[in-house]
């Protein structure tokens, strides 16, 4: 949905895979060793694993928002501005200085989902 990408827009998407990631250059024993691993960056995280979940973080690894499950369009842009807006809001307080880069939204469907997918809603 164009809205939706246009809302991403203010954010670095990253994709954690949980189940196993598609690296075909190296072993399947590493693909899962890193799956397990993403999976429990998640749970760190979250303290969930739903799938789909989308993670607001700023640039330092700070929570900013979570969400899991499937969440209709409108809800979702709401969570990423709200989210983006916690990141704006927070530039500069912690060390001073403002901090350039955008929002990263880990979970990996744009905001990354944990399954893998890069899609914003499902």
């Given at each position: 949905r164009?809205?939706?990408?246009?809302?991403l827009g203010g954010f670095v998407t990253v994709?954690?895979?949980?189940?196993?990631?598609?690296?075909?250059s190296i072993p399947r024993d590493a693909r899962l060793t890193l799956a397990e691993q993403n999976l429990d960056r998640e749970l760190k995280l979250t303290?969930?694993?739903?799938?789909?979940?989308?993670?607001?973080?700023d640039?330092?690894?700070n929570l900013l928002g979570k969400r899991g499950g499937k969440i209709p369009a409108e809800q979702f842009i709401g969570f990423m501005?709200?989210?983006?807006?916690k990141f704006k809001g927070s530039q500069g307080t912690a060390k001073g200085e403002p901090t350039s880069p955008p929002?990263?939204?880990?979970n990996?469907?744009?905001?990354?989902?944990?399954?893998?997918?890069?899609?914003?809603?499902?």
């Open positions: 164009p809205e939706v990408a246009e809302a994709q954690l895979y949980t189940d196993v990631v598609p690296i075909q303290s969930e694993a739903t799938n789909p979940n989308y993670v607001i973080v640039s330092d690894g501005k709200d989210g983006l807006s929002a990263k939204a880990a990996s469907t744009q905001p990354a989902s944990s399954n893998g997918e890069r899609v914003a809603n499902r």
